[in-house]
């Protein structure tokens, strides 16, 4: 039920992009891995900077010349070092989806970001090879495509992909105890061990996170103040979203999506 959410970053908005000087290129994957994979992505920049990465419930795979990461999602915003010029390829990964891939347990890597040998796959380091033999986006991408759909064996967890569904429809309003574990007929302490298996997070962290990004993109997308936002996407209340966004992005709301939506910002007082 991955056509149910699409995860938000501001930074990979065109006003995002314009701020910070970067060119995106994105492509889809192909076939069985469109389950799987969001999206393929390459940013180029023209100096040292940073990659600003809010919390959306996805991981992600890094390669550069650098080497090789992979992001086990977060529940703050943190910013990815980008040590030089270059152009930077990654894989986004729906939420939950790399235990289609590899054999591993998301929550040993939940907000950080670590080095590519995590991942039990005596290849990453070839795929790393691989990828930097090509300049061409193109051809990356389908150097990686092919390189995943060997990896794949797509597992049946119709518990969690029945959880993760409702959540998405629920935009991350909905009771863990008893709504949700009732509707997919598991107990809540079983769906939470699933959820920091496959996540990184426990459910209810993961809704919360699925809730906040409703929140973030309604922010960047609609002239409409905190309050209004707030009664929108299922906060108690205005100082409660506030709360919210105050905790995950290290600081007030205003002067972080002002790096990347100033005018909006600028016109209208939150």
Not at 61 to 82: C, D, K, M, P
Not at 137 to 156: A, G, I, P, T
Request: with cysteine.
């Amino acid at each position: 039920m991955t056509d149910l959410y699409e995860p938000f970053q501001p930074l990979l908005t065109d006003s995002g992009l314009q701020r910070f000087s970067f060119k995106m290129r994105q492509y889809p994957a192909s076939g069985e891995l469109r389950r799987i994979v969001h999206s393929y992505l390459q940013v180029s920049t023209l100096g040292p900077s940073y990659y600003p990465v809010i919390p959306d419930g996805t991981q992600a795979l890094f390669v550069s010349r650098h080497g090789t990461l992979i992001s086990g999602g977060v529940t703050q915003a943190l910013n990815l070092e980008l040590p030089a010029a270059g152009e930077y390829f990654g894989v986004r990964f729906y939420p939950g989806a790399l235990r289609h891939l590899f054999k591993v347990n998301i929550n040993e890597i939940g907000n950080c970001i670590v080095e590519g040998s995590f991942l039990p796959s005596p290849f990453i380091a070839q795929l790393h090879e691989v990828i930097y033999q090509y300049s061409n986006f193109n051809s990356r991408v389908k150097v990686c495509d092919q390189w995943l759909m060997r990896q794949l064996e797509l597992q049946s967890t119709n518990v969690f992909d029945q959880a993760l569904s409702v959540i998405y429809k629920s935009r991350g309003n909905i009771n863990i105890t008893h709504d949700l574990a009732t509707d997919v007929g598991v107990s809540s302490r079983h769906l939470n061990r699933l959820f920091q298996q496959y996540t990184g997070f426990s459910t209810k962290s993961f809704s919360q996170i699925i809730r906040f990004q409703h929140a973030s993109r309604y922010l960047s997308e609609r002239p409409e103040s905190s309050l209004q936002v707030a009664l929108k996407t299922g906060y108690f209340d205005q100082s409660h979203l506030l709360k919210d966004f105050r905790l995950r992005l290290k600081g007030s709301l205003v002067p972080f999506f002002g790096r990347f939506m100033s005018d909006f910002y600028n016109r209208y007082p939150m």
